[in-house]
């Protein structure tokens, strides 16, 4: 099952515009974190947030977390055309031994025109 | 480094073949996992491994096996291949320092 479900699906920006993306989730979570994935390639982390955080930055990224309405965001500023992928929320549930699963939301696919 | 390897990176089989993926990592990291992604979906867990030795099931284990003979292997086995698992199948590890998990380049597997 999903728990995480990302909006929009598609979001189609001009170099220089801000990007946002919305993550909404079922259930309780320790963590949330945000995965890009370029054409063809694999899931690079690019930032956690734990759930007794509201807000987190790294470099043009901007994450909020609101667990009182089990949602999230991703800000992506002054975009580039390299920041053209796709961007998935993911939620962690303990598994034992120190593990965590995640459950991936389907995605958003961002195209940024130069 | 390499980081997380996959081989191969595609394959074609025909129904009722059997093969086996490929997952290395010279990262010492302690856990590793087997996920799929379809078009329009999120990545869905397969199996996963927190050691050497052993391995749990995930969302979605019918009709897959995995073992985990050595800590840097993670060998994901298709017995009797469906179209239905058509996909891109991802690996990917992890630390116990850490919750972000490390992917790599996934491997295009078609079933015919």
């Known amino acids: 099952s999903q728990q995480g479900e990302e909006d929009p699906q598609a979001l189609s920006i001009q170099e220089g515009e801000n990007a946002t993306m919305n993550c909404s989730y079922k259930?309780?979570?320790?963590?949330l974190q945000w995965y890009r994935q370029n054409s063809g390639r694999g899931l690079v982390h690019l930032i956690l947030i734990r759930s007794n955080e509201r807000e987190k930055h790294s470099g043009r990224l901007r994450v909020t977390l609101d667990t009182s309405k089990k949602s999230s965001s991703l800000l992506i500023t002054a975009s580039r055309a390299a920041d053209t992928a796709s961007y998935f929320c993911?939620?962690?549930?303990?598994?034992?031994?120190?593990?965590?699963?995640?459950?991936f939301g389907k995605g958003t696919k961002l195209s940024v025109i130069p | 480094n390499a980081g997380v390897t996959q081989t191969p990176k595609f394959r074609v089989l025909k129904t009722g073949q059997s093969m086996t993926l490929l997952c290395a990592q010279d990262?010492?990291?302690?856990?590793m996992y087997w996920y799929r992604q379809d078009p329009g979906m999120g990545l869905r867990l397969i199996h996963y491994?927190?050691?050497?030795?052993?391995?749990a099931k995930g969302e979605v284990p019918d009709g897959y096996n995995v073992s985990r003979l050595k800590k840097q292997n993670f060998l994901l086995g298709l017995e009797s291949a469906a179209p239905s698992q058509t996909s891109v199948y991802f690996c990917?590890?992890?630390?116990?320092?850490?919750?972000?998990?490390?992917f790599g380049p996934g491997t295009r597997l078609t079933v015919t």
């Open positions: 993911a939620t962690d549930k303990y598994s034992g031994a120190g593990s965590y699963q995640l459950t």
């Open positions: 990262m010492n990291h302690e856990y």
């Open positions: 491994s927190v050691g050497e030795g052993t391995t």
């Open positions: 259930t309780s979570i320790n963590n």
């Open positions: 990917a590890t992890g630390t116990i320092l850490s919750n972000e998990q490390y």
